[in-house]
């Protein structure tokens, strides 16, 4: 089960990647996050790792899976009979705005049940994250 949200940012991308990357910040500006806490040091890279806490969802570890600096980055929560997995690409617009495509993947035989079960509430977090983004990026 896959859900995502995709929003046209009227910034460049290296802006929208410097707030999309700075995840310990991301409380200050989307209501969907208590706390981020980086395991890591520097800057997000493959292998980086961040406990993620959120309203109405149990606190989880994320991994970065992938990275690609100033395009994307998939970190992954859990494995087995429930993987989560959170992709955030971004991809520049003609005349300098940034498109940006977040989504979140439930895998596995629990994932299923906990994806359909959070269904609405995956949704409203990824529009109200689009959203927050969109304006702090917006941000002189």
Known sequence: ME???TIDIAAPPDRVWQVLSDVEH?????????WVRRVD???LRTGSQAKISQ???????YVVTELEPGRSFTWVSGGGAA????RHVLEPLP?????????VKQEGWLGSFVGRFYRGLTDRYLATD???LKARSEQA
């Open 41 to 43: 040091d520097g800057p």
């Open 55 to 61: 309203p109405r969802i149990p606190t989880v570890d």
């Open 83 to 86: 993987l989560t997995t959170a």
């Open 3 to 5: 859900q995502s949200a």
């Open 95 to 103: 005349g300098g705005g940034t498109r940006v495509l977040l989504s």
């Open 26 to 34: 991301w409380p200050e500006w989307t209501d969907t996050v208590r």
């Open 130 to 132: 689009a959203a927050g």
